[in-house]
């Protein structure tokens, strides 16, 4: 198929008759920028193709706000070796005419006739959907969309498979098919789809298990039967001969044998005990006798180191008083030093006061000159800033007045000039005696007079003459001069001035006056910023001040002339460090008291101590408790040695009884009796219940109940061997066929993955592609990589849709079938290098494909070896026809 020429008009932005004409048979690039209206063409053939014209549901096709439009497209293309020629309009003039060489067609009929050239179908209803596009929708790639190819393939399936079948025969439509359908039929009602047994298949293979479940139940229970029978005959000859042994009785002997020997030891252990709390206890008199005989033989050594003690503290105390003089000495001269740092320190301060009231003097003095000085001077400004402002006030006058009075009188000026030229002039010239009067005044001499107004002028003894000025503005020029004068009158009256020459004499001296104003202002804000009055309050407080200073400096000390006197700082820094020396001196003192208070204290104890210990000694009684301490203590040895005899004799004899094993052995005996005995109960109640149980099994008859069960899974076992092969006949034909079909489907695909591995190997060298069996294209191989293309990157995903669409392009070309390839802007997330591939594989396809490839940047595509179309400079030139 080949597309020569498109006309629009009415749809969109193209109001008016737009034409793309001269379409070549190979690649077409058609450029222009955003809204320049490439997406309005290809919409347009779109609806040429895919909307019914009689539909109401392509407003998208009306230019905006334009209600009466009727959207038009005119389509001239060859296909099928014959020239077609199609006009559809929508909307307001609903018509669709085809004309194919010398025949036409019409209204449903031509769009049938479309539909069956490219294989798409029309919208029952509504606007044209993708369900409906067919081949069309495969190769016409819209904005945006060129990576989703899945949906398209699946909508252009049909005529896919029917382009193949041309090509390689009828075998995708044998009766193979409706054979698989009837196998899959039957197996699907044994079989689930993922496999699973279903219906009679199901129900008997549950059956079947839940027979064998239950015969595996009973067996277990006719078994635990027989057990139970054997475990009675066991426990019946066990209890029996138990009951005759007795062994408890044994054991309960053995129990009172360990028991006796274990109380004998007991009593060993209590008089082991005793003993040895008796032998404790001597050991404790014997430490406290010894620990009394050693301190009463410390007594001599006691007196010797007490008498050591005493000379010590003797002689130390003779050394503390020794020092007292030289201490009391030091303490006398630091406060000697300190009192006289003291006194130059107010000495200094006196002096260091007196100079600062003579600097403050001298200060006060100096200001208080300036601001008598300045106040004399601010009341000179303030007397001349008085008259300039009297003389203000007396001359005020408004400029503005003034001015205008001016512009006034200029106005009546020129209009007096005016009235005059064009004013009647009368002069006169009368001889003594003559009297004539006009407008009643009297007339004499000679003389002249304008007259803008009408006259009458008596002449005695002649009658009376009227005067009537002529010219067309006099009336106007009175009325104005009139009106002039009196203006003038009013504002000369509101600025009480006789004469202009006056008023701008006093406005000339009433800005003089303001000038001598603002600058006495100025004069006296330099010398009285905030005025006179805070200024003489400033003089009259710095005098105070002043005699406030005088008389402090007159009731202050005069320094004494003993002694020089330092600054205050150098007298303070002396008295600081009188003062540490004092506090040095005094802390030495103290310390020297402390120390005679502590040597007479350790002295005098020493004394007492030693007088004590003296007195101990010599006393007759000492000797007596030493004599008897000694006896004692060897009456305690003989008693101790006696009972470590005992003790050790003791020990032995329970150390040969073992103690811990008696113990043991008497648990051992008890455990042993509580088992024997609670073994012969719990053997005599298992007894008791093995016979209930055993009667109440065999009331139940559980070798006929499995039997029973037995044979009721024999006959489900013939049952579902007879399903079960069924079943795998029919999943074994099922795979023969299908494998079949397989192979089937591989021989139609190969036309498809020729033409796909050609144009793969442009853009991906030792890369392959397959394709599923509804012609999808599925697994993806590069090198070690295997996946899905929808695994790809968004730009890969776009290459491989654009390559497999010019793949079934090919493969419908070679059936026969008409192709037209429709690219609106793709492509846009292609990198440099494979934009390259891209270019290459398009060019490729154009040698058997027309291809629109429409785009906003015609410089990516400058080395495509095609001319570019650019739709704006299509429009202008389309406007330009119609001017």
């Not at 003062?579 to 008291?593: N, T």
């Not at 079960?724 to 029919?730: K, V, Y």
């Not at 190997?761 to 090198?783: H, K």
Request: net charge negative; aromatic share 4%.
């Amino acid at each position: 198929m080949k597309l020569r020429r498109l006309q629009v008009e009415q749809l969109r932005q193209f109001r008016q008759p737009f034409v793309m004409d001269n379409l070549q048979p190979g690649l077409n690039l058609i450029h222009g920028p955003n809204e320049s209206g490439k997406s309005t063409l290809v919409r347009a053939i779109r609806a040429a193709f895919f909307e019914r014209y009689r539909t109401s549901s392509v407003d998208d096709l009306r230019p905006w706000g334009d209600s009466a439009a009727a959207p038009t497209i005119t389509l001239d293309f060859e296909a099928q070796q014959k020239s077609w020629h199609l006009v559809k309009s929508f909307l307001q003039r609903k018509r669709c005419d085809l004309q194919i060489d010398s025949d036409s067609y019409s209204e449903d009929e031509a769009e049938e006739k479309l539909a069956e050239l490219l294989g798409f179908q029309f919208s029952a209803k509504g606007v044209s959907k993708p369900e409906h596009w067919g081949v069309p929708g495969l190769l016409w790639v819209e904005q945006g969309t060129g990576q989703n190819i899945e949906q398209a393939v699946e909508h252009a399936g049909d005529h896919l498979k029917s382009a193949l079948n041309s090509l390689v025969g009828e075998v995708a439509s044998t009766g193979g098919d409706e054979l698989i359908e009837q196998v899959k039929a039957r197996w699907g009602e044994l079989f689930t789809p993922t496999g699973k047994p279903r219906g009679d298949y199901q129900k008997l293979e549950k059956e079947r298990q839940e027979h064998q479940q239950e015969i595996d139940l009973l067996q277990g229970r006719v078994q635990k039967y027989q057990e139970q029978v054997d475990r009675l005959g066991k426990l019946a000859q066990d209890y029996e001969r138990t009951e005759k042994e007795r062994p408890w009785e044994e054991a309960e002997r053995q129990l009172e044998q360990a028991k006796e020997r274990y109380r004998q030891v007991e009593k060993l252990e209590q008089e082991q005990a005793r003993e040895k709390e008796t032998l404790d206890h001597l050991q404790r008199n014997q430490q406290l006798l010894r620990q009394n005989r050693e301190q009463l033989e410390n007594l001599n050594k006691k007196l010797k180191a007490r008498k050591t003690e005493l000379d010590k503290a003797r002689r130390e105390l003779e050394q503390a008083e020794a020092r007292s003089p030289s201490i009391s000495s030091a303490v006398k001269e630091a406060k000697a030093a300190y009192e006289t740092a003291t006194k130059q320190v107010d000495q200094a301060r006196l002096q260091q006061a007196r100079a600062r009231l003579e600097q403050d003097i001298r200060r006060l003095e100096q200001q208080n000159q300036t601001l008598t000085q300045n106040l004399e001077t601010a009341k000179k400004h303030q007397q001349a800033l008085d008259q300039a402002r009297e003389q203000a006030r007396q001359n005020q006058i408004d400029a503005q007045a003034v001015k205008v009075l001016k512009n006034t009188e200029q106005q009546l000026n020129e209009a007096t000039i005016r009235s005059q030229t064009i004013a009647t002039r009368l002069t006169w010239q009368l001889e003594p005696g003559a009297k004539p009067a006009l407008d009643g005044e009297p007339l004499e001499g000679q003389g002249e007079k304008q007259l803008l107004e009408e006259s009458s002028l008596v002449i005695p003894g002649v009658g009376t003459l009227g005067i009537t000025p002529g010219g067309e503005d006099l009336a106007s020029t009175r009325r104005k001069l009139s009106t002039l004068e009196q203006s003038l009158a009013e504002q000369m009256k509101t600025l009480t001035v006789d004469s202009t020459q006056q008023a701008e004499q006093r406005l000339t001296a009433y800005e003089a006056a303001e000038r001598a104003l603002q600058q006495s202002r100025e004069l006296l804000k330099s010398v009285a910023p905030v005025g006179t009055e805070q200024l003489q309050a400033e003089q009259k407080e710095t005098d105070a001040q002043l005699q406030t200073a005088k008389t402090e400096l007159q009731n202050s000390p005069q320094p004494g002339q003993q002694a020089p006197v330092t600054d205050a700082a150098s007298a303070e820094a002396a008295r600081t460090k009188a003062e540490a020396r004092l506090a040095e001196a005094e802390a030495e003192d103290r310390k020297h008291q402390t120390e005679l208070l502590t040597r007479h204290q350790t002295r005098d104890n020493a004394q007492a101590e030693w007088q004590q210990l003296q007195d101990e000694v010599h006393n007759p009684e000492h000797q007596k408790q030493l004599q008897k301490l000694s006896t004692e203590l060897a009456d305690i040895e003989q008693k101790q040695g006696r009972l470590e005899a005992s003790l050790q004799a003791r020990d032995q004899e329970i150390k040969e009884a073992r103690p811990a094993i008696l113990r043991q052995d008497i648990e051992r005996y008890q455990r042993s009796i509580s088992n024997l005995r609670q073994t012969q109960e719990e053997r005599q109640r298992e007894l008791r219940d093995i016979q209930i149980r055993l009667e109440a099994w065999g009331a139940e008859g559980l070798e006929e109940q499995l039997n029973e069960k037995r044979a009721e899974l024999e006959q489900c076992n013939r049952r579902y061997q007879e399903l079960h092969r069924r079943a795998q006949a029919l999943d074994l034909l099922l795979t023969l066929l299908t494998d079949k079909r397989q192979a089937l489907t591989r021989r139609l695909q190969a036309p498809l993955q020729k033409h796909l591995d050609h144009y793969l190997s442009l853009l991906f060298p030792q890369a392959t592609l397959e394709v599923d069996e509804q012609l999808r294209p599925g697994t993806f191989t590069r090198g070690t990589e295997l996946g899905q293309i929808a695994e790809l990157s968004f730009g890969a995903r776009e290459q491989m849709g654009l390559i497999s669409r010019l793949a079934y392009a090919d493969l419908l070309q070679e059936a026969g079938r008409p192709t037209l390839v429709i690219l609106d802007d793709t492509l846009v997330h292609t990198d440099t290098d494979r934009l390259e591939d891209m270019k290459r594989i398009l060019f490729d396809a154009a040698n058997r494909h027309q291809i629109l490839l429409f785009t906003c940047h015609p410089e990516k595509w400058s080395d495509l070896g095609v001319v570019p179309r650019d739709i704006q400079a299509m429009k202008e030139q389309g406007s330009a026809n119609l001017v």
